[in-house]
């Protein structure tokens, strides 16, 4: 860096000499014309980058969760739907998979929200009370409408629904449980197509 130079005695010998520390301002300045430099050259370069960024940016959104906790993340982001919610579940499994004081809760926060939905299940028993049991008893509205089909044409081991531009899937199989919330406005088309064709074939209960 310039800071000492070096004097010989003799063959083996080399005397250290500090060089004046006015060479440390001169470095400082160096380094300023330096930095001053690159900032010119990244200023020139910053529009070919936010094309680059512009071109690699996805109008489609995945964020995936884990666990238990992971499906009450996505379950929660439903408390904030502007549209109607439509989804296909299974309450035979859900309580086995979310603890149900927090299910009461949710289904709570939901009615109090003014969020209504559409659903479709698979024909059980438990399905035939379930908005008596888990809606009317608790004094709650705004519960949803729901059909059947029958379990030997629908096996659902998830619950999977689509609401603004956002389709969710969460696992209710002890083996994987995740949940995932994808926002694209293609998909959530597509996905509430295929609901809409379903629901029509389903059953009233």
Known sequence: KGLISFELKGRYRKKIIPNSPNHLIELTRKKQRELKKTELK?????PEFAGMLKY????TAIRYFEGVEGAKQVFNDTLNAGTQIKGFSNVDLINDYIPKDWLDEY????SEAGI????????SEQVKTYIKNEYKNFGLKNFPDIRTLPKTHYNVF???DVYDNKVIIISFSKEERMGIIIESKVLALSFESIFNIVWELAKPI
Not at 42 to 46: E, G, T
């Open 42 to 46: 990244l200023k020139a370069a910053l």
């Open 116 to 123: 209504t939905g559409l659903f479709i299940l698979p024909e």
């Open 158 to 160: 998830a619950e999977m």
């Open 107 to 110: 289904r709570r926060k939901k």
């Open 56 to 59: 690699i940016q996805s109008p």
